[in-house]
Each structure stands twice: as C-alpha cells, then as structure tokens.
Nanobody, 122 residues
Framework: QVQLVESGGGLVQAGGSLRLSCAAS????????MGWFRQTPGKEREFVAG????????YYADSVKGRFTISRDNAKNTMYLQMNSLKPEDTAVYYC???????????????WGKGTLVTVSS
C-alpha cells in the first residue's frame, strides 16, 4: 500500500512558476513508477508527466513539454513537479499517482492522492 499526499498548489499569474510535491508513505516507494495527472471540471483526468522508479525515464504530455519538469527523491519518498511558464489552461486539480510502468504510457496508476488545486490567472 502507498498513501500519497500532494502539496504546493495555489494561485499564480500567467508566466509564473509553482512546484508541486507528492509525499508518499510505504516502504516500497522506490519500486513504483509515479506520475502526475490533472483534471478540470467536466473533463477526464489527463496525463501530465511520469517518471520511472529509477528516475532515468521521464515522459511528458506534449502540452507541458519544455515547461514542466518531473523529478523524485527516493530517499525522501517524494516526487516533484516543477511548473514554469504557466498558462491559464494549466489550471486544474493536479493528482499524483503511483503504480506500474504503464504510468509512463499515460495510464493511471494504482494509488492516488486527493489532489492539489493550481489556478493560473491571465
């Protein structure tokens, strides 16, 4: 079992930056691939970025490539999402997920946090 808690969301102006964190509990954190998804009202949850357990493989949605950076610190059981050059269309609830390598192919993981809201004003 893995429990996930996101933090770092908030209100930011377009062009600004935020860093999201996902703190995980569970002794096998470093065995899971992890990722970030986001969701806006009325839309399906969409893949943002994924990272392998060894943090060597990283994948991004086309919409965030070059602006967002995913990373993880297995010693701290924490994953991060550095978001730069934010746009109003990045506004969403951001969720972290943990699971198998299929996350890297934009598939949902087995475990989810409750989400953190990011609002980008124009």
């Amino acid at each position: 079992q893995v429990q996930l808690v996101e933090s770092g969301g908030g209100l930011v102006q377009a062009g600004g930056s935020l860093r999201l964190s996902c703190a995980a509990s569970g002794r096998t954190f470093n065995m899971y691939a992890m990722g970030w998804f986001r969701q806006t009202p009325g839309k399906e949850r969409e893949f943002v970025a994924g990272i392998s357990w060894s943090f060597k493989d990283k994948y991004y949605a086309d919409s965030v490539k070059g602006r967002f950076t995913i990373s993880r610190d297995n010693a701290k059981n924490t994953m991060y999402l550095q978001m730069n050059s934010l746009k109003p269309e990045d506004t969403a609830v951001y969720y972290c997920t943990a699971g198998g390598v299929s996350i890297l192919r934009a598939n949902p993981g087995d475990y989810w946090g409750k989400g953190t809201l990011v609002t980008v004003s124009s």
